[in-house]
């Protein structure tokens, strides 16, 4: 009981769950091996794709199906024509 309230009185002063592991492990010396963490989420930074890459990765794209409607014969065509105009 008295673990619990030092970790809830832990966690209102610094409202932080990893902050508050980390305190608890220091106080009862607790070994991190013991203790299974949670994987850490990074957020990952996508790469920035210019306009002209974009326009080719969607053009490879419609040209790799196997078959192609008449929408996506159009929009090769379309995505060409702006892809030379912006050489």
């Not at 070994?31 to 994987?39: A, D, T, Y």
């Not at 850490?40 to 196997?66: A, I, P, R």
């Not at 929408?71 to 702006?82: F, P, W």
């Amino acid at each position: 009981m008295k673990k619990i309230l030092t970790q809830l009185a832990v966690y209102i002063l610094c409202g932080c769950h990893d902050k508050t592991d980390n305190i608890m492990d220091i106080i009862y010396g607790e070994n991190k091996s013991q203790k299974q963490k949670p994987l850490v989420k990074t957020n990952s930074v996508k790469s920035v794709m210019s306009k002209k890459e974009e326009l080719v990765d969607n053009l490879t794209y419609l040209k790799s199906k196997k078959t192609k409607t008449k929408q996506d014969k159009e929009s090769i065509y379309t995505l060409e024509m702006v892809l030379k105009n912006m050489k």
